[in-house]
């Protein structure tokens, strides 16, 4: 004798569709997560930067991806340069927070290493420590006065116990960084090198920032605090009097005219 077939309303069948769909959520809303396409990661980067750091041509997921970097100027800016070859990154959640990995064939001797952790009203980007070389050209791609000067030659960036903080609308920098201009040379002076240059970065209640020269016929110095989110920077460029006319474009560019020197303020 046939049995009759059981109701779609019966409450064992009920429950049996709810485990189902919810199987199928749950399995839907994984693979969006593992599988996510590294355009969303480029996306939310260039987000996050108005527009200044791009990752172009963007493989992999957000988790494991490679992308090349692209530095502009920002919305309405035609400026723009990228760094040589691919960057690859790894990112991995640990404990109410990612851990990142980036590598760069170009400027990472050993992977730049860091930990974001989000805040009610921001997120907080420690740095471990290491030290970095990059191409200064790069720099051209983020418009005034940089498009300008066209800048040649490495940066050195080491850090030690940096961590970045931002929140609503501020940023806090604890920890140290210093950026090393070596054998710097530009499309404004027949003087190649011009010099080599330090800038540190000193965090704590007022971060601040000191530029110095190391040596070179161009000679720079200054200093700076973060105020808010804004950097306030005065400093000074002058020449050394036997290469005061192979500088004097490159003087009447980054800054404002006073006699022989030149007085560079930001912000």
């Known amino acids: 004798m046939l049995r009759p077939r059981a109701s779609l309303r019966h409450p064992a069948a009920v429950a049996s569709w709810r485990w189902a769909l919810s199987g199928a959520l749950i399995g839907l809303v994984t693979a969006l997560v593992v599988y996510a396409p590294a355009a ?15 990752l172009i041509e963007a493989r992999g997921t ?15 800016s035609r400026d723009s ?3 040589p070859g691919r960057m690859d990154w790894r990112l991995r959640p640990g404990l109410l927070a990612l851990n990142l990995q980036v590598t760069a064939g170009c400027c990472t001797p050993t992977p730049l290493r860091g930990r974001l952790t989000p805040r009610q ?5 420690q740095v471990a420590d290491g030290a970095t070389q990059w191409p200064a050209a790069v720099l051209s791609g983020l418009g005034t006065p940089w498009n300008t000067v066209q ?10 116990n940096l961590s970045l903080e931002w929140a609503g609308g501020r940023t806090a920098v604890s920890g140290r960084a210093e950026l090393t201009a070596l054998s710097l040379s530009s499309r404004l002076s027949t003087l190649k090198p011009m010099g080599s240059y330090r800038m540190t970065l000193i965090g704590g209640n007022t971060a601040s920032l000191e530029l110095a020269t190391l040596e070179g016929s161009l000679q720079l110095s200054g200093s700076g605090r973060w105020v808010g989110s804004h950097l306030r920077f005065e400093g000074v460029a002058s020449a050394q009097p036997e290469h005061e006319a192979a500088l004097a474009n490159l003087l009447n560019i980054i ?8 007085i560079i303020t930001w912000g």
């Open 40 to 54: 969303w990661l480029a996306a939310a980067v260039s987000g996050a930067t108005l527009g200044q750091v791009e």
């Open 62 to 76: 957000v988790w494991t991806g490679s992308a090349r970097l692209l530095l502009t100027g920002g919305a309405g």
């Open 81 to 83: 340069a990228i760094l």
């Open 121 to 125: 009203d921001g997120v907080v980007l």
């Open 151 to 160: 800048a040649e030659g490495s940066l050195r960036l080491v850090t030690q």
């Open 255 to 262: 800054g404002r005219r006073e006699g022989t020197r030149s």
